[in-house]
């Protein structure tokens, strides 16, 4: 950890660069897996079955596209940030800093609020203390070693916890099973788990006959197989391949190598929560149907002080009521590191986006002593923030904390996922500028491809006329190799605009041949380098980001084209 030199911007912010595998796979499923998770999932299995599960297992294929496809393009333009990829792709700032308050809403209102309130919910479920109270001393503990520590010690505590999650879920796991009797007693039990006080003819109260199923109806159900298939898919590439606290993860690898290993570990993991969350939220509702699957208003207010229903009190009841003494100790360590692994990580990603994105951009000049500063007074900053709309996702959430999680991201982003694939995967995808002075012809590769086929057929004619002792009619023109270099990099990353600069004016100007010796004969001047508006994110060797073999040698050396390295000669 001492080696990650937290003094400095990189290894605050990405360890510097020194992470292995195991401690980034664990730390990918500490940060998915939150206490938001165990109380989300388990609460909408109670209430509706294992259909939540396919937001699990389709992360399980989006978190290997982030390896083998995303990971090489950000690794080879030497970001630190979504928000910043996105500005060195498209040229402009205003994308980069709508991004980077979008992020930070999304982490505010889906994440950070979510999972103080599920961690406190299970404090007050079993110490019985007010739930800001609990919250308070919940944000005490995890300040103390996010503003200290940076990423570093986040990626280690989370790799601690990651053990401590895995024994204890395990643990209520089997409990569970052997107290309802099996696979087979919960298929079979589920269906009579119905609350004794419900309104007649109301489905209210009642398990949905499709409840073991996760591709249900596509025109009655509440998850049709269409959405499960394809709408899911956007949102999951959003949160796996473009979100801040995951991709920074894997950015703080070793190399491209350690990173593909760290998200094959969270995809074997990912295949766990239906077996420790979901399941044993449906057990919870064979075994107390009048407390977590209550239908009626007056009696949830009661029982968890919540009208819209008490499905989110399933795990912890279950821990409660089921373990012995002992294990009641190791799930509440359970819990509280799931709440704190979570928080961490989006503490130090949101100060990250705030820092390198939002307060660079209005103090350009700020010192790297300024940044760490103004990251760790901003987490502390986030923490009232979410405190104060904790009354809201209680009030808001309908009984289900994962659907409302869910129902936030499904809005917000699908239109963000898309603008990355765009910029990663589409040479022509751009941000046009307004007042930008291009010329009336479309640019495109194919463009760009002629420009720079007949600039160079008059070069070469020239050559082989002046080599043959005639001149070619048309071909006395000479161009420096630095203007055709960049020619030849604007054709290959579609920049067709900026062909005319390059070709006439870029580096040299037209001139007619002249031999050494005869009058009018100048020598070539020094090669000058292509303008400083054609660096392009993505004109590295493997044109997205550099090939999937690239190592920690991309990260060293920056791909030729990204923003702030230089042309290769």
């Known amino acids: ?86 500005q060195r792709r498209f040229g402009g700032k205003r994308i ?160 491209l190598s350690h990173a593909k290993g760290g998200s094959l570990m969270t995809s074997y993991l990912k295949i766990l929560p239906l077996f420790m969350m979901v399941m044993p939220g449906m057990i919870s509702r064979v075994l107390f149907p009048d407390l977590v699957a209550c239908a009626d208003p007056d009696v949830c207010q009661k029982i968890c002080g919540n009208p819209s229903g008490c499905s989110d009190i399933a795990y912890p009841k279950l821990v409660l009521e089921l373990l012995p003494v002992g294990l009641r100790g190791l799930m509440m360590s359970v819990m509280i590191a799931a709440l704190m692994s979570s928080l961490t990580s989006i503490f130090n990603s949101s100060s990250t986006i705030f820092t390198m994105d939002l307060w660079k951009h209005l103090r350009p000049r700020c010192s790297e002593w300024e940044l760490m500063v103004v990251g760790r007074v901003f987490v502390l900053l986030l923490t009232v923030v979410s405190i104060l709309w904790i009354p809201l996702v209680q009030a808001g959430q309908g009984g289900q904390l994962f659907i409302y999680i869910q129902s936030i991201s499904s809005y917000l982003q699908p239109p963000v996922a898309v603008v990355f694939i765009l910029g990663c995967f589409w040479r022509r995808a751009n941000e046009k500028v307004p007042g930008s002075a291009r010329p009336a012809a479309p640019p495109g590769p194919a463009l760009a491809l002629s420009a720079l086929l007949a600039s160079a057929g008059r070069v070469l004619g020239a050559a082989a006329g002046a080599a043959a002792g005639r001149r070619a009619p048309g071909a006395g023109l000479h161009l420096p190799r630095a203007a055709l270099r960049a020619a030849g990099h604007a054709a290959w990353c579609g920049q067709a605009h900026a062909l005319p600069l390059l070709l006439h004016g870029a580096g040299g100007h037209h001139r007619p041949h002249r031999a050494p010796g005869q009058p009018g004969h100048r020598a070539p001047g020094p090669r000058t380098d292509p303008p400083p508006d054609l660096v392009h994110a993505r004109g590295c060797p493997g044109r997205a980001g550099g090939s999937s073999s690239s190592s920690s040698s991309s990260r060293a050396q920056p791909c030729q084209g990204a923003a702030g390295a230089e042309p290769r000669s």
Not at 8 to 25: D, E, H, I, S
Not at 35 to 46: D, E
């Open 96 to 255: 980069q800093i709508f991004l980077a308050i979008l992020y930070l809403f999304i982490y505010i209102f889906t994440k950070i609020s979510v999972d103080m309130y599920a961690g406190a919910l299970f404090i007050q479920q079993a110490l019985h203390w007010d739930l800001y109270i609990a919250v308070a001393g919940l944000l005490a503990i995890t300040a103390v070693y996010t503003v200290s520590g940076g990423l570093a010690a986040v990626i280690y505590t989370d790799a601690l916890q990651t053990l401590i999650m895995l024994i204890g879920a395990v643990s209520l796991m089997v409990f569970s099973f052997i107290e309802v009797g099996g696979l087979e007693g919960l298929q079979a039990k589920y269906f009579g788990a119905i609350p004794s006080i419900r309104q007649e003819n109301s489905s209210c109260g009642l398990p949905r006959p499709d409840a073991f199923h996760i591709f249900r109806d596509p025109v009655s159900s509440d998850l049709p197989w269409p959405g499960v298939l394809v709408g899911m898919t956007i949102p999951s590439l959003w949160y796996w391949c473009t979100d801040q606290v995951i991709v920074q993860r894997s950015l703080a690898a070793k190399n």
């Open 1 to 86: 950890m001492w080696k990650t030199q937290r003094s400095t911007v990189k290894g605050y912010f990405l360890a510097g660069g020194q992470m292995v595998w195991w401690p980034v796979g664990a730390s990918l499923f500490a940060s998915n897996v939150g206490s938001g998770h165990f109380i989300g999932l388990a609460g909408s299995g109670a209430a509706s079955g294992i259909a939540a599960t396919a937001y699990e297992w389709n992360g399980m294929f989006c978190v290997l596209v982030l390896a083998w496809l995303f990971l090489p393009i950000y690794i080879a333009a030497g970001v630190t940030t979504m928000p910043e990829y996105l």
